[in-house]
């Protein structure tokens, strides 16, 4: 059998993959210093909530996971920044502030790139676990897309584009 049969953990990982490995994992630890600060001004509970889900459940085990592969294929992690530390809402000036509905904006951005991110990783992957882990990734970002947007339509935080009305002239 040739390089890129067998056990897909014996394989070697291609240029693309290392790539999509190490910058997905880079994003996801400035993820969580951002959100992190997101979470200091978060004021709606629901929002805080969520974003604390987030980190913990999906965030940081992908970080972990993220972190092994390249371990075990000698690639140096890149670096991470500082956790922030917590911080009093109320102690926040108003003007300084990120609003809620900012803050849902932005988390369904970093969604939306999420999933893309993870769509290219796995058309570009020559191993099977690796498609597999994005495909993964892939489907429990969407399931905290899918929770963001019922919060952001019931909050009153989703501005939607102009909706289209089709109309059909009869002749």
Request: charged letters at 20%.
């Amino acid at each position: 059998m040739g390089v890129l049969g067998g056990n897909p953990q014996q394989e070697p990982l291609h240029c693309g993959e290392v790539f999509d490995i190490y910058s997905f994992l880079a994003g996801a630890q400035a993820g969580v210093a951002a959100y992190q600060v997101y979470i200091n001004h978060a004021g709606d509970d629901d929002l805080r909530s969520f974003l604390q889900d987030k980190v913990e459940n999906l965030i940081r085990p992908q970080i972990q996971e993220l972190s092994e592969i390249l371990k075990l294929n000698g690639i140096a992690l890149p670096p991470a920044p500082p956790e922030r530390p917590n911080a009093d809402v109320e102690s926040i000036p108003a003007g300084a502030r990120i609003n809620d509905a900012e803050i849902a904006v932005n988390v369904a951005k970093d969604i939306s790139i999420g999933v893309v991110a993870c769509s290219q990783a796995m058309g570009k992957a020559t191993r099977e676990d690796i498609a597999m882990m994005f495909g993964k990734f892939h489907m429990e970002i969407a399931q905290y897309g899918a929770k963001l947007l019922r919060m952001m339509k019931k909050k009153g935080w989703l501005v939607p584009p102009p909706l289209f009305a089709n109309t059909m002239i009869e002749g």
